[in-house]
């Protein structure tokens, strides 16, 4: 399948890559620490115990016995031979990729099969636009937050939206490499990780919740907090958001404002 953009999402650059679609997010315990954590070592086990092809069974077993394989989605394939693909641990990928393995493709024993893992483009390559795409990439560089944001489509589209309309024109990615604007576009991404009006519960993830059987999108009943749909509720379906009362909904809404217009005001008042 043809890439349909030339900006590789999964591997955009040094600082950091996804494998969201390799089940990156899908144990039940996906904190930064955790995933972290995991990563490393079946990335050290890989290289201290595979040789070649007839040691990846042997592998796959010692991973999964080793760690937790509890799942947030059954459906979603969480899988082992996803690990850390440089030295220092910033960017996750294939451990069966050729990179990986003096030229030798490895990507057949798994769970995808190798022409599913190497021709694979999740929506976010089709739904973003290429200015909200390399935004994305410029303004995060971090594996971790950089997977949850570059594969939550409607987070990005609303974030960048109502900087859009604010400024009466698409924001400039190329000023959001470095700098105050790439800090204030950090800060509001950061609420993935961060949002204090998360829910507790982990079969959810972003707008999406398992009801023990498949997975569907997620409401918020405005009508229990006695208030009209929110003009942020796709910002705060994708935050994984709940609220206890109109309050809270307020304060949620006072803390997106507040960074939508900390973004335009600043690009505002210091054109290039
Ligand atoms: S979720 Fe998308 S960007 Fe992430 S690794 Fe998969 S195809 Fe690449
Ligand atoms: S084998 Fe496929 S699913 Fe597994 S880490 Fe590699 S690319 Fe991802």
Not at 7 to 28: D, F, M, T, V, W
Request: hydrophobic residues 30%; contains cysteine.
């Amino acid at each position: 399948m043809l890439k349909p953009v030339d900006i590789h999402l999964c591997q955009p650059g040094p600082e950091k890559s996804c494998g969201a679609c390799c089940g990156l997010y899908n144990y039940r315990d996906s904190t930064r620490e955790s995933l972290e954590a995991r990563l490393k070592a079946r990335t050290a086990l890989f290289h201290d115990t595979v040789r070649g092809r007839g040691d990846l069974e042997t592998f796959s077993d010692l991973v999964t016995s080793m760690e937790s394989m509890e799942k947030r989605y059954e459906v979603i394939y969480c899988c082992e031979y996803l690990g850390f693909i440089d030295e220092e641990h910033r960017r996750v990928g294939c451990l069966l990729h050729p990179l990986q393995n003096n030229g030798e493709d490895l990507r057949d024993v798994s769970f995808y099969g190798r022409d599913l893992c190497d021709g694979h483009f999740c929506p976010s390559y089709y739904y973003l636009s290429r200015w909200e795409q390399q935004a994305v990439v410029n303004v995060i560089d971090d594996w971790y937050l950089y997977g949850l944001v570059i594969t939550d489509i409607d987070l990005v589209k609303e974030y960048f939206r109502f900087i859009a309309d604010g400024l009466g024109e698409a924001p400039d990615p190329g000023r959001l490499k470095t700098g105050r604007l790439k800090d204030v576009a950090q800060r509001f991404f950061n609420f993935k990780t961060t949002w204090p009006f998360r829910s507790p519960e982990t079969n959810r993830l972003g707008k999406y919740y398992f009801d023990g059987s498949q997975y569907m999108i997620s409401h918020i009943n405005y009508d229990a907090l006695s208030c009209e749909r929110s003009r942020f509720d796709k910002i705060f379906l994708s935050l994984t958001s709940r609220f206890d009362s109109q309050r809270d909904l307020r304060q949620a809404e006072d803390l997106v404002e507040d960074s939508i217009s900390a973004f335009i005001d600043y690009y505002r008042d210091h054109p290039q």
